[in-house]
Nanobody, 117 residues
Framework: QVQLVESGGGLVQPGGSLRLSCAAS????????MGWYRQAPGKQRELVGS?????????ADSMKGRFTISRSRDNAWNTVDLQMTILKPDDTAVYYC?????????WGKGTLVTVSS
């Protein structure tokens, strides 16, 4: 089992920045990749980006340029961050962290990001 806890959400003004963190615990050995997803009100959950165990990072096309995923300095799976910049009201959503371990997906409960003036 992998436990994921997201943090860092909150209210931010348009144009602002926010850094989310995903703390992983439990059976983190064997995690092959972790990703950030988001779900806006009334919309389906969508991929923001992901990072593999080898350090390869990819982003959804619509997320490129303003979102940056990073892992803890020792390249362990303890923490995966999502740096968000130039935030827009359309970025308002619950942001979720997901890990995949031996083909099984684990999800956190999410953290709410609200972009509003």
């Amino acid at each position: 089992q992998v436990q994921l806890v997201e943090s860092g959400g909150g209210l931010v003004q348009p144009g602002g920045s926010l850094r989310l963190s995903c703390a992983a615990s439990g059976s983190i050995l064997g995690i092959s990749d972790m990703g950030w997803y988001r779900q806006a009100p009334g919309k389906q959950r969508e991929l923001v980006g992901s990072i593999t165990s080898g350090g390869s990072i990819s982003y959804a096309d619509s997320m490129k340029g303003r979102f940056t995923i990073s892992r803890s300095r020792d390249n362990a799976w303890n923490t995966v961050d999502l740096q968000m910049t130039i935030l827009k009201p359309d970025d308002t959503a619950v942001y979720y962290c997901k890990s995949r371990r031996y083909g099984v997906d684990y999800w956190g409960k999410g953290t709410l990001v609200t972009v509003s003036s």
